[in-house]
């Protein structure tokens, strides 16, 4: 079926490819792309959409020596088929199996780990600098989209580079996309300069028009010379330029023969030097293109018409936009603030609905957070709606910002917990720990749905600092169904179920694990089920009057145990000094790898079936 790709083992072969030869393997990369990952799930569109642009990075470079560091990461997926891992595929981001991302241990062609955005240019540069203190020679190349350049850490990056003029070649791989459209001052700049042929027509009529003068070439190449003043004209800013990096471009990212040739061509370079390459995110399947956001990252679906495998259930994002678009329906302090995340955080109708009072900031996080400080310091109510990994990089903001004067702003914590697929950068597995430890922070979770749709319209009159409702990917186990409360007041915990000589403290998703596993015991043994609907501040009342009643206290968190829930029960039962067993159940002090949500909770011990078995090994007869 495939008749290069069948044939094609190592990137060598590329350099010995004819234009024509790689036109097909271009058109059968794409090919297996749709037809494996409609198999697996996984980011289908941007990786039709630079095909052509991987190859011509391997018929210009030797990865051998040469260094690429992929933005993200999740268009890497031709660079995996062409540095001979076509095979992995078959188990693309399963448990054990390869992964959606570069990994260094993968491969000796990945040469730095990516799962972020705005990382690619600080990674690179930083082994442009290693390369020459050690007096070596290789180029060093950073894809990155130009939905990164709404975050700020690749700009402290370029002002770095072309401050010190340090020789490197950025691919500003340009799809008008990040997952979601993209926003900001950036992106109608981009715009300006797709649209620079329009100068590059001007100035070759130009040129030629001159060159009929007297003295027209020499009038001609003076005006070059004037920092391309025409261009200037036309193109505003010429930002790049002036920051000190040489910017070529715009390039037809499609085009393999016109990749090449300017690739080439930065590669000569003795500095640094952006190459601008205009891209179609979903390039050559028509359902990509159509809605390149839905096919972002997707899961397994059906290549003729276009749609995912298996039933749509409600899920906490689209139970976050529906009550939220409600609360501002009828507060008009309400304000929603996103970055880069509007369809991924279900807030599409709340940004449809009130335009005006939603914010998606790009891939800026902090700046998201200490605007919405701003807006909470001047009498809104904002809620900021970030993926519990993404939140992570604004910490700072979070506690100077917001927390050290009290400001009320609602974090709303996406995908908290265990994801799964996209495997050790996106596990949401730290926001206990790094929320719990800032002073003022209220943090609270939902058992269900509906308790957490109870939680949002209870926040909207808490006026006592910052307050983190976090959440799980997905929705409810539809087997369970466990009363929801209508009613919070901080710092008070709900007792599920009584029980004897053993208790399970849990929240959020896993509180279910909980019950079941009190389910599965069947009355042996029997542990009395305790929601800790705060996770801080915790319920030291009950901690003392009831739960310290107790042989063994068992914790069960979706986190990670350093710093977690567990941790504060233990220590302020230690204060209490109680002697019974105390079990911590959580992630222990490592990343936790991509797969099944299933085997990977299975693996840490967090099933129903796992909890069952630790209360009767330690349950007292």
């Not at 470079?61 to 933005?71: C, I, S």
Request: charged share 25%; hydrophobic share 40%.
């Amino acid at each position: 079926m495939y008749k290069l790709l069948s044939k094609y083992s190592d990137p060598s072969q590329i350099r010995e490819m004819s234009l024509e030869e790689l036109t097909m393997l271009s058109a059968e990369i794409r090919q297996f792309l749709i037809e494996s990952v409609s198999m697996t799930g996984g980011h289908l569109a941007p990786n039709l959409g630079v095909v052509e642009l991987t190859i011509a990075l391997h018929n210009v470079f030797d990865f051998k020596k040469d260094r690429v560091v992929f933005d993200v990461g999740h268009q890497s997926y031709v660079h995996k088929i062409l540095t001979g891992r076509r095979e992995g595929f078959k188990n693309l981001r399963k448990y054990k199996g390869m992964s959606g991302f570069p990994k260094r241990e993968e491969s000796p062609y990945d040469h730095f780990n990516t799962g972020h955005a705005s990382t690619s240019i600080s990674a690179a540069l930083g082994m442009a600098r290693a390369r020459d203190i050690m007096g070596e020679d290789y180029s060093v190349v950073c894809v990155t989209g130009d939905g990164a350049l709404t975050g700020g850490m690749a700009w402290e990056a370029m002002n770095d580079i072309g401050f010190n003029r340090t020789r490197m070649i950025i691919i500003l791989n340009d799809n008008g996309m990040s997952i979601s459209r993209n926003v900001g001052a950036m992106s109608l700049y981009l715009s300006q300069l797709r649209s620079a042929d329009v100068y590059e027509k001007l100035k070759k009529d130009v040129q030629k028009g001159m060159e009929k003068l007297p003295l027209g070439k020499t009038l001609f190449n003076t005006a070059r010379k004037m920092k391309d003043s025409v261009k200037a004209m036309v193109v505003e800013g010429m930002i790049f330029e002036n920051m000190g990096i040489k910017y070529l471009g715009p390039v037809d990212g499609h085009s393999v023969k016109d990749m090449s040739r300017i690739l080439k061509a930065a590669a000569e370079s003795d500095g640094p030097v952006l190459v601008h390459a205009i891209t179609t995110k979903g390039k050559g399947y028509e359902f990509a293109e159509g809605k390149p956001d839905k096919f972002h990252g997707i899961g397994p679906f059906d290549t003729v018409m276009g749609e995912t495998r298996g039933k749509k259930t409600k899920t906490y994002s689209s139970v976050l936009g529906e009550t939220l678009t409600e609360l501002a329906d009828r507060d008009k302090r309400v304000t929603a603030v996103t970055a880069a995340m509007r369809d991924g955080t279900g807030l599409t109708g709340f940004s449809l609905k009130h335009p005006e009072r939603f914010f998606d900031v790009g891939i800026a996080e902090e700046h998201a957070v200490t605007m919405a400080a701003g807006m909470a310091a001047s009498g809104l109510k904002p809620y900021v709606v970030i993926y519990s990994t993404f939140l992570q990089r604004a910490v700072d903001q979070i506690i100077h910002d917001t927390a050290l004067q009290k400001l009320n702003v609602t974090f709303c914590i996406d995908r908290a917990g265990l994801v799964g697929d996209d495997g050790e950068t996106h596990q949401g597995i730290f926001d206990i720990s790094y929320l719990s430890m800032i002073p003022g922070m209220t943090l609270m979770s939902p058992k269900n749905l509906s308790e957490y749709k109870n939680m949002l319209q209870w926040s909207l009159d808490y006026s006592d600092g910052p307050l983190a409702v976090r959440y799980p990917r997905g929705g409810d186990n539809p087997n369970v169904v466990l009363p929801e409360l209508k009613a919070f007041t901080p710092g008070k915990w709900e007792k599920v179920t009584d029980g004897t000589k053993t208790v399970i403290i849990s929240s959020g998703k896993l509180l279910t694990e909980a019950y079941l596993a009190k389910m599965r015991l069947g009355g042996i043994c029997d542990p009395a089920v305790v929601n800790a609907v705060f996770l801080k501040p915790m319920d030291k009342e009950m901690i003392e009057s009831y739960i310290s009643g107790f042989d063994t206290v068992i914790t069960l968190e979706d986190n990670v145990l350093r710093g977690g829930l567990g941790e504060a029960v233990t220590s302020e039962l230690s204060k209490l000094g109680y002697r019974g067993k105390i079990i911590n159940l959580g992630y222990d002090d490592t990343f936790i790898e991509q797969g099944d949500t299933d085997i990977l909770y299975e693996e840490a011990g967090l099933t129903a079936e796992k909890v069952a078995e630790v209360v009767k090994n330690n349950c007292k007869a």
